[in-house]
């Protein structure tokens, strides 16, 4: 297991993190949760970037 941690969070931010934990949670779980679904959403907007992008300014695979 990895070392423990403390981080300073506003007493607003605590509750609210709180409000999300489940009973039998630390707040490493629901923190995690965030954080994953925080990188799901930037690669979600990469990937629609690049759906829009002009073909011509892609690199094909080809190439590489």
Known sequence: MAADKQISVTK??????????????????PLKELVHSRRREVLKKRFQELEGADGDKLTSLEVL
């Open 12 to 29: 607003e931010t605590q509750e609210e993190l709180h409000e999300l934990k489940k009973p039998g949670q630390t707040y490493d779980d």
